[in-house]
């Protein structure tokens, strides 16, 4: 399945998933692997802890903390994955993949309300201003990513101002929102045990 790791690449049919879409090995075209029950739950979890680039026991305390707030435990994980500031810096567009994005924050080119954060897992809240630092946005890297992120969009929740090298998260994410094909009631399940 397209994890969109690779960052552009992935959107484009030059993308290895869409060439080769079977398990590596001589006989990988011929296997056909049957996966129900915990396989299928073990499957979607380590996709997403892929996708968001979050360790086990990362992704095991936001599934806690999502369990013990108000609400549906699966859209309170996504939405808790979707605020991270490596999330939002690369759905802003500021990077081309997660990856990317972390390593822009690890760094220290990412401000929250104008103060200098370089923890990726710091989770954003609803009226934070994420901007470039200064000396930043002369990386071409950076505006690169920016011109290919305002063909691909913006989500709603999220607003971005191009010619400021600023972004504001409007509201955070509701399920709706999450476009990603996740099957989150597959995970809850699998902590559920």
């Given at each position: 399945?397209?994890?969109?790791?690779?960052?552009?690449?992935?959107?484009?049919?030059?993308?290895?998933i869409?060439?080769?879409?079977?398990?590596?090995?001589?006989?990988?075209?011929?296997?056909?692997?049957?996966?129900?029950?915990?396989?299928?739950?073990?499957?979607?979890?380590?996709?997403?802890k892929?996708?968001?680039?979050?360790?086990?026991?990362?992704?095991?305390?936001?599934?806690?903390?999502?369990?013990?707030?108000?609400?549906?435990?699966?859209?309170?994980l996504l939405?808790m994955?979707?605020?991270?500031?490596?999330?939002v810096?690369?759905?802003?567009?500021f990077?081309?993949?997660?990856?990317?994005?972390?390593?822009?924050?690890?760094?220290?080119?990412?401000?929250?309300?104008?103060?200098?954060?370089?923890?990726?897992a710091?989770?954003?809240k609803?009226?934070?201003?994420?901007t470039?630092r200064?000396?930043?946005r002369?990386?071409d890297?950076?505006?690169?990513?920016l011109?290919?992120?305002?063909?691909?969009?913006?989500?709603?929740?999220?607003?971005?101002?191009?010619?400021?090298?600023?972004?504001?998260?409007?509201?955070?994410?509701?399920?709706?929102?999450?476009?990603?094909?996740?099957?989150?009631?597959?995970?809850?399940?699998l902590?559920?045990k």
């Amino acid at each position: 399945m397209k994890l969109f790791l690779k960052g552009e690449r992935c959107f484009k049919p030059s993308c290895a998933i869409e060439k080769r879409n079977f398990i590596p090995g001589q006989h990988g075209r011929d296997r056909k692997a049957k996966i129900v029950g915990y396989g299928l739950q073990l499957r979607e979890k380590q996709k997403v802890k892929r996708m968001y680039g979050v360790l086990e026991r990362q992704f095991r305390n936001y599934f806690a903390n999502a369990s013990r707030k108000k609400g549906i435990t699966g859209a309170n994980l996504l939405q808790m994955l979707e605020s991270r500031l490596d999330n939002v810096t690369y759905r802003l567009g500021f990077a081309f993949s997660r990856a990317g994005a972390r390593q822009l924050v690890a760094h220290g080119h990412i401000r929250v309300n104008g103060k200098k954060v370089d923890i990726p897992a710091f989770l954003v809240k609803a009226g934070d201003i994420v901007t470039l630092r200064e000396g930043s946005r002369k990386n071409d890297q950076i505006k690169v990513s920016l011109d290919t992120a305002k063909g691909r969009g913006v989500p709603a929740w999220l607003e971005l101002d191009v010619d400021a090298f600023r972004g504001t998260v409007k509201q955070l994410p509701g399920r709706e929102d999450i476009q990603l094909p996740i099957q989150e009631q597959l995970i809850v399940e699998l902590y559920s045990k």
